[in-house]
């Protein structure tokens, strides 16, 4: 079975600094998919980032990457010069194959102003 | 254009009754999924489709029944609401091991 844990409820950043979300999962599958979603207080779930697991390099996507350690089964997810915007829960989640996405418990991001 | 739309975004109901909610995607992705986001946040699989057929449905009660009447739609229809129903229902969508793209959600708040 996948598994994937959040272990931060809750983290702060303050604008235009740099914060880290960690996260890490189980798999028994050498082939899968990792992503981070964003969940502002509208309720909508958006793709921040996604990494393929047979790729070496992490993935970036403008002020966010990722550190993605697969011996480690690590995924976590930098942003930089945090935002107001950036405020949300995030979740991270893995895919294998198709039909199923496993979710963590998400992390709350605060950022003050 | 709404890439996955679901309809209600709100839905407000009486215990014991009979509820549903739709789902359409136009991206062309061959697999629906709906998702229960519950009152601390937890993302939860309930069914996922691949091209009309369920392919997953994780130990969700009966009286939860998805229909898939093409690759584009996934409703959910609910019997004999209960308290604990109350939540976020999200339905999403994609190609494969693909992005899920996630529908608005609507929130079911069963009185």
């Known amino acids: 079975a996948q598994t994937v844990t959040q272990s931060q409820p809750e983290m702060s950043v303050q604008e235009a600094e740099t914060v880290t979300l960690s996260c890490t999962y189980d798999?028994?599958?050498?082939?899968?998919?990792l992503f981070w979603y964003k969940q502002p207080p509208s309720r909508q779930m958006i793709l921040v980032i996604r990494q393929e697991a047979y790729k070496q390099q992490n993935a970036t996507e403008n002020r966010f990457s990722v550190n993605f350690q697969k011996a480690a089964k690590s995924f976590s997810l930098k942003i930089s010069d945090s935002q107001l915007g950036d405020a949300a829960m995030y979740f991270c989640a893995i895919a294998r194959g198709t039909y199923k996405y496993i979710f963590g418990t998400g992390t709350r991001l605060k950022v003050l102003a | 254009d709404t890439a996955v739309s679901q309809t209600p975004k709100y839905l407000v109901t009486q215990m014991g009754n009979d509820k549903s909610i739709k789902c359409e995607q136009n991206?062309?992705?061959?697999?629906m999924y709906w998702y229960k986001q519950d009152s601390k946040k937890f993302l939860k699989i309930m069914f996922s489709y691949n091209n009309k057929e369920l392919i997953i449905n994780e130990t969700v009660p009966n009286r939860f029944s998805p229909k898939s009447p093409d690759k584009a739609h996934l409703n959910l229809h609910i019997n004999s609401l209960e308290l604990g129903d109350s939540a976020v229902y999200f339905c999403?969508?994609?190609?494969?091991?693909?992005?899920?793209?996630f529908g608005s959600g609507t929130q079911l708040s069963v009185l």
């Open positions: 991206l062309g992705h061959d697999t």
């Open positions: 798999t028994s599958e050498s082939d899968y998919y």
């Open positions: 999403a969508s994609s190609q494969g091991a693909g992005v899920g793209i």
